[in-house]
């Protein structure tokens, strides 16, 4: 994919009063090397119905695996907030989490909303989602979550932030290398940061509030199975509306089997690292040094921050 396919408001002035800057933004580790976490807007109207249909290297496999985690995104992050304020309320008051669940809160909030306008995009391109996405949440949230003990709620949470830290490392590790649509990229990028901003708040509230390794090893099958399996289910029911035959299909998925994300990449390495005694997210500093270089690379503004959140 070539720029000439980009949409060109990716590049237009900030007439519009919203612009992607190559400028020096707020840190994201603190002094002690702690990561900060800042809320930021993302400039939504960088999402276009201009973005290609194959807007991931040009392949209609990997642009739906991406395409179908977003379509997991918006319900699945209001439901890590609820579940981690519900547990956090348990805090005792002075607890320096309450500010960090309060960002974490922000940081989801904006996730959710920017990632449905990329709903609004596949619509646009005639995708049909709102079968799959009526089952996605009647299923997970309207029989799961609501069975589940706040506990196991809260360590599903906490695994899966996990799983989505080691996504956003993979993905600032390579973003540069993969050819894509410059405004999903920048969607992708903000996204990435702030996982690995706010990625040991739901496990340290986890860990304050319960603590039980069995209770997190609970959690992690539970996220493990529940993430994988809609995910599948998501891209599958992407794919299933493509013209492209069968044979391309499968080709694709084949020239993609190192980089799936249903093996070592995502899911083994992070079920391996979750699942020591001794895990805590933030062991992993390298993250930090990516995000940091990200965030002094791109800085997302907007004329009037109110209007995106």
């Given at each position: 994919?070539?720029?000439?396919?980009?949409?060109?408001?990716?590049?237009?002035?900030?007439?519009?009063?919203?612009?992607?800057?190559?400028?020096?933004?707020?840190?994201?580790?603190?002094?002690?090397?702690?990561?900060?976490?800042s809320p930021r807007a993302f400039p939504k109207a960088l999402?276009?119905?201009?973005?290609?249909?194959?807007?991931?290297?040009?392949?209609?496999?990997?642009?739906?695996?991406?395409?179908?985690?977003?379509?997991?995104?918006?319900?699945?992050?209001?439901?890590?907030?609820?579940?981690?304020?519900?547990?956090?309320?348990?805090?005792?008051?002075?607890?320096?989490?309450?500010?960090?669940?309060?960002?974490?809160?922000?940081?989801?909030?904006?996730?959710?909303?920017?990632?449905?306008?990329?709903?609004?995009?596949?619509?646009?391109?005639?995708?049909?989602?709102?079968?799959?996405?009526?089952?996605?949440?009647?299923?997970?949230?309207?029989?799961?979550?609501?069975?589940?003990?706040?506990?196991?709620?809260?360590?599903?949470?906490?695994?899966?932030?996990?799983?989505?830290?080691?996504?956003?490392?993979?993905?600032?590790?390579?973003?540069?290398?993969?050819?894509?649509?410059?405004?999903?990229?920048?969607?992708?990028?903000?996204?990435?940061?702030?996982?690995?901003?706010?990625?040991?708040?739901?496990?340290?509230?986890?860990?304050?509030?319960?603590?039980?390794?069995?209770?997190?090893?609970?959690?992690?099958?539970?996220?493990?199975?529940?993430?994988?399996?809609?995910?599948?289910?998501?891209?599958?029911t992407l794919l299933a509306q493509e013209d492209a035959p069968?044979?391309?299909?499968?080709?694709?998925?084949?020239?993609?089997?190192?980089?799936?994300?249903?093996?070592?990449?995502?899911?083994?390495?992070?079920?391996?690292?979750?699942?020591?005694?001794?895990?805590?997210?933030?062991?992993?500093?390298?993250?930090?040094?990516?995000?940091?270089?990200?965030?002094?690379?791109?800085?997302?503004h907007s004329a009037n921050d109110s209007r995106q959140m």
């Open positions: 994919m070539n720029d000439s396919c980009l949409d060109q408001s990716v590049r237009r002035p900030v007439s519009s009063g919203l612009r992607l800057a190559r400028i020096i933004s707020e840190a994201t580790t603190n002094p002690g090397g702690q990561p900060v976490i999402l276009t119905t201009a973005i290609p249909k194959r807007w991931l290297a040009d392949r209609v496999v990997a642009t739906h695996l991406a395409n179908g985690v977003n379509l997991l995104f918006p319900a699945g992050e209001r439901f890590f907030v609820r579940s981690v304020r519900k547990l956090a309320a348990k805090l005792p008051k002075g607890d320096p989490l309450h500010e960090d669940v309060k960002g974490f809160a922000a940081q989801e909030g904006h996730h959710a909303g920017a990632h449905e306008v990329v709903f609004e995009v596949l619509q646009a391109q005639g995708y049909d989602i709102k079968t799959f996405l009526g089952v996605y949440e009647k299923l997970a949230f309207g029989v799961i979550e609501p069975i589940a003990p706040p506990s196991l709620r809260l360590a599903v949470t906490a695994a899966c932030e996990h799983f989505t830290a080691v996504m956003a490392e993979n993905f600032l590790t390579r973003m540069q290398s993969i050819p894509m649509d410059e405004s999903m990229r920048a969607l992708l990028a903000w996204h990435s940061v702030e996982e690995i901003e706010h990625r040991a708040v739901a496990f340290d509230v986890f860990q304050k509030v319960d603590g039980r390794y069995e209770v997190r090893m609970a959690g992690l099958a539970v996220a493990a199975v529940l993430l994988a399996g809609f995910w599948v289910a998501a891209t599958a069968l044979r391309a299909l499968q080709k694709e998925r084949h020239e993609l089997k190192e980089d799936q994300p249903f093996s070592d990449r995502v899911f083994g390495r992070g079920i391996r690292e979750y699942v020591r005694r001794d895990f805590h997210p933030l062991t992993n500093k390298r993250v930090d040094d990516l995000a940091s270089a990200q965030v002094a690379t791109f800085a997302w």
